[in-house]
């Protein structure tokens, strides 16, 4: 599946997936026209995150708490300038296996986990005091008197042992933070196969990691995933790019209406679908998308072939791309049809 992958730290956008046509490949020259076929598929809500942060809490970390402070706090800036943040569920551990996976508790956090969600009027439920932002640093001031680091083993225990923290529909999130390598025993690739079975679908789990130059044990691990990754280094100034996996969150399929292949109206060799597409918004506003230009997926749609999706045939889609909040709540249009 196609995802425009911004990795601009801390900016978020959803691109939608809107599956609407079945089409022979794309061939060049001009196309018999048949007809027009109508498409209206259901718009989606801001996606559902759930997010465990494991924070290394040996003497190490001492000369990085401002970092990974200041990284905990822009998790309230995101997405950036828009209006409908994810639906949060945040639980930070720390990677000594002294702690044995056990969430870190704060007298901000009415929880074990972090709770802030969007009701179905828009409006948010949350189960923390004062800002996000605060709320968040206070969670993650797990101090620097841990025996040493071992995120991998913390990981498993921590999602196993914090019930309600990690929801069926939601994508899994996971953030490692370590002056260390990973000190346990635990296999990296068993470890990487049970997450994978938690999340099968592509892409349901993201991971972003802050680590040392050498970590051989975490980057195995890393390796055998087949998720979204990003990374920073433990000596950057700002570790903003581990959290640039929240960007693209990939892809969100909206709909699966199959038509013909639309009509080429270019004579000349580049195909231009013959198409009309607008979004009916959340906030009620109807927009005009248009025809994406070559290599351009931004706030635009487009046509691809997708055998995978349209299987009664060889396939094809429309793709509305990188559209930030207020999300879709109707995505429709019309398209010249080839026979």
Same mark, same amino acid.
């Given at each position: 599946?196609?995802?425009?992958?911004?990795?601009?730290?801390?900016?978020?956008?959803?691109?939608?997936?809107?599956?609407?046509?079945?089409?022979?490949? +794309?061939?060049?020259?001009?196309?018999?026209?048949?007809?027009?076929?109508?498409?209206?598929?259901?718009?989606?809500?801001?996606?559902?995150?759930?997010?465990?942060?494991?924070?290394?809490?040996?003497?190490?970390? $001492?000369?990085?708490?401002?970092?990974?402070?200041?990284?905990?706090?822009?998790?309230?800036?995101?997405?950036?300038?828009?209006?409908?943040?994810?639906?949060?569920?945040?639980?930070?551990?720390?990677?000594?296996?002294?702690?044995?996976?056990?969430?870190?508790?704060?007298?901000?956090?009415?929880?074990?986990?972090?709770?802030?969600?969007?009701?179905?009027?828009?409006?948010?439920?949350?189960?923390?005091?004062?800002?996000?932002?605060?709320?968040?640093?206070?969670?993650?001031?797990?101090?620097?008197?841990?025996?040493?680091?071992?995120?991998?083993?913390?990981?498993?225990?921590?999602?196993?042992?914090?019930?309600?923290?990690?929801?069926?529909?939601?994508?899994?999130?996971?953030?490692?933070?370590?002056?260390?390598?990973? $000190?346990?025993?635990?296999?990296?690739?068993?470890?990487?196969?049970?997450?994978?079975?938690?999340?099968?679908?592509?892409?349901?789990?993201?991971?972003?990691?802050?680590?040392? $130059?050498?970590?051989?044990?975490?980057?195995?691990?890393?390796?055998?995933? +087949?998720?979204?990754?990003?990374?920073?280094?433990?000596?950057?100034?700002?570790?903003?790019?581990?959290?640039?996996?929240?960007?693209?969150?990939?892809?969100?399929?909206?709909?699966?209406?199959?038509?013909?292949?639309? $009509?080429?109206?270019?004579?000349?060799?580049?195909?231009?679908?013959?198409?009309?597409?607008?979004?009916?918004?959340?906030?009620?506003?109807?927009?005009?998308?248009?025809?994406?230009?070559?290599?351009?997926?931004?706030?635009?749609?487009?046509?691809?072939?997708?055998?995978?999706?349209?299987?009664?045939?060889?396939?094809?889609?429309? +793709?509305?791309?990188?559209?930030?909040?207020?999300?879709?709540?109707?995505?429709?249009?019309?398209?010249?049809?080839?026979?």
């Amino acid at each position: 599946m196609r995802g425009a992958m911004s990795m601009t730290a801390l900016r978020h956008v959803v691109p939608l997936i809107v599956l609407v046509g079945c089409a022979q490949p +794309t061939t060049p020259g001009p196309i018999e026209q048949s007809g027009v076929e109508v498409f209206e598929v259901p718009g989606a809500a801001p996606p559902d995150i759930d997010l465990l942060i494991v924070l290394d809490d040996t003497a190490e970390m $001492a000369p990085y708490q401002a970092r990974v402070d200041a990284m905990l706090r822009a998790i309230d800036r995101w997405p950036q300038d828009l209006t409908r943040k994810p639906d949060l569920h945040i639980a930070i551990a720390t990677a000594d296996p002294a702690d044995a996976g056990m969430v870190h508790m704060s007298s901000y956090v009415h929880g074990a986990f972090l709770v802030d969600e969007i009701r179905p009027d828009w409006s948010r439920e949350t189960n923390y005091d004062n800002t996000l932002d605060e709320a968040l640093s206070h969670l993650g001031d797990v101090g620097t008197g841990g025996s040493t680091s071992a995120p991998l083993v913390t990981l498993r225990a921590a999602i196993e042992q914090t019930p309600g923290f990690l929801r069926e529909k939601a994508y899994l999130a996971i953030v490692i933070v370590s002056a260390h390598d990973d $000190a346990s025993s635990v296999d990296p690739q068993a470890l990487a196969q049970w997450l994978m079975m938690l999340k099968p679908e592509r892409f349901a789990v993201l991971v972003g990691t802050v680590l040392p $130059a050498s970590a051989p044990r975490i980057r195995s691990f890393l390796s055998y995933l +087949t998720s979204h990754r990003t990374s920073a280094s433990i000596d950057d100034p700002t570790y903003a790019q581990a959290l640039s996996f929240l960007d693209p969150v990939d892809d969100i399929d909206v709909g699966t209406q199959c038509l013909p292949q639309p $009509a080429d109206v270019d004579p000349g060799p580049a195909i231009q679908f013959d198409c009309n597409v607008e979004i009916v918004q959340t906030d009620g506003v109807v927009r005009e998308v248009p025809a994406c230009p070559v290599d351009e997926l931004s706030h635009c749609w487009s046509y691809e072939p997708d055998p995978l999706n349209c299987v009664t045939g060889p396939a094809g889609r429309i +793709t509305i791309g990188n559209y930030g909040w207020p999300l879709p709540s109707l995505i429709r249009g019309q398209c010249v049809v080839a026979k």
